[in-house]
């Protein structure tokens, strides 16, 4: 295959949630990049507010998307997939890293016949050095099957790398993103959002102009939902003005509302996927708190300059790397009660403390833009220099 001047990217995804658009968009922008998508159609249960390729600044192609099994063990399949993506003439295709999608396999193939360079884009925190047998067994199908058969992994986040290079894999091969959102749009959102249009929107959404604590994602298992009213009546025990504000939907949504009922102080709001409003929503917030795993959550809430505060757990997302404990957030020992009530109690009413943090978290996400996100997998990835096959 012959260089050319422009270089044909196709990335892979199984569904395009919205947050990912504007990686696409500006990659595309990038001289010398022809890039296509090609993703599977969005689902309602996937929990993403899903984009639409209408209108999109990026070549994108969806095909049928199907899923087997249940979360946790389930095959992924994107119909008409392999043809799709040699019809596009690639130079590189840059892959879901998720052990779901068994296609990977097609694609490896397709290198082997050196029709593309392959790079795999995915988070690692699986491939912990744990002794359980599942972690052991996914462990050794990327080590010894997706890694040396990729011409590079690229993963979300530096420190995922580091640890990586420090269970001896070859450093030339591996990358990051630094994973993001669209902080740029954040920024300019707080920017120009005037008091009476914030007024409305908190009006519309039931929300008072207290100190609040933001709960923002899905309502689902592992995310912690069932802690957030125990912990939120201690709060207010102390910090009587407090407000609980929680921001999505999901399985849980109901039995939630349920218990909300009766209770002051705590507003539900539903899903909210306008940024605009969201902005709104944020300009009350103390901090956010997701008690469960947490991912690009903490991206979220650091571009609106808040803390992020959470418990340790061994689930969270990569992203929670970007989380300094003490500086732009918390995070908790679930079985310190008293010490985390009296640390929220502290963000809730000592201003310079609270300020201080909020300047720190607004600090880590000017580092984690998404031009940087784009030229981390554009530079150091995809126009890196070969290296050997393995």
Not at 37 to 49: L, P, Q
Not at 170 to 186: E, G, K, S
Not at 344 to 366: G, H, I, N, P
Request: positive net charge.
């Amino acid at each position: 295959m012959g260089p050319r001047a422009t270089m044909k990217v196709v990335f892979v995804q199984e569904i395009v949630p919205s947050y990912r658009v504007p990686f696409f968009s500006g990659l595309a922008a990038v001289p010398g990049i022809d890039l296509t998508v090609v993703s599977g159609t969005g689902r309602e249960d996937e929990g993403f507010d899903v984009a639409s390729p209408a209108g999109s600044a990026f070549r994108w192609i969806t095909v049928p998307l199907r899923v087997f099994g249940r979360p946790g063990i389930r095959v992924v399949i994107l119909d008409s997939l392999l043809s799709t993506v040699r019809a596009e003439r690639p130079d590189v295709v840059v892959t879901t890293g998720g052990k779901s999608f068994i296609q990977n396999h097609a694609l490896i193939a397709a290198r082997w016949m050196r029709r593309f360079r392959l790079f795999s884009f995915q988070h690692a925190m699986e491939y912990r050095a744990m002794g359980r047998a599942r972690r052991a067994l996914e462990w050794a199908l990327f080590r010894r099957w997706l890694y040396p058969n990729c011409d590079g992994i690229i993963l979300y986040t530096e420190n995922e790398r580091r640890a990586l290079i420090g269970r001896g894999l070859d450093a030339r091969r591996l990358f990051y993103a630094n994973n993001t959102v669209d902080t740029a749009t954040i920024d300019r959102l707080r920017n120009e959002l005037a008091q009476p249009e914030i007024d409305t929107v908190l009006a519309e959404l039931s929300v008072r102009r207290r100190p609040s604590i933001v709960y923002i994602g899905r309502l689902v298992a592992g995310k912690g939902v069932e802690v957030l009213l125990e912990v939120f009546e201690a709060l207010r025990l102390r910090v009587p003005e407090a407000q609980l504000i929680i921001v999505g939907d999901g399985p849980l949504g109901p039995a939630l509302q349920r218990d909300c009922a009766g209770r002051s102080g705590i507003v539900m709001t539903g899903p909210v996927y306008d940024e605009r409003r969201v902005a709104c929503v944020m300009s009350v917030c103390r901090f956010v708190f997701i008690p469960g795993y947490a991912g690009l959550s903490v991206n979220h809430a650091f571009a609106y300059g808040r803390p992020f505060v959470t418990y340790a757990s061994q689930e969270h997302k990569p992203e929670i790397g970007y989380l300094v404990p003490g500086d732009n957030g918390l995070m908790l020992e679930r079985s310190q009660t008293k010490a985390n009530t009296d640390l929220m109690v502290r963000l809730l009413t000592d201003d310079l403390w609270w300020s201080r943090m909020c300047s720190a978290a607004q600090r880590a996400s000017e580092h984690l833009t998404m031009n940087a996100m784009i030229a981390n997998v554009h530079v150091e990835s995809l126009v890196a220099k070969p290296i050997l096959r393995l």
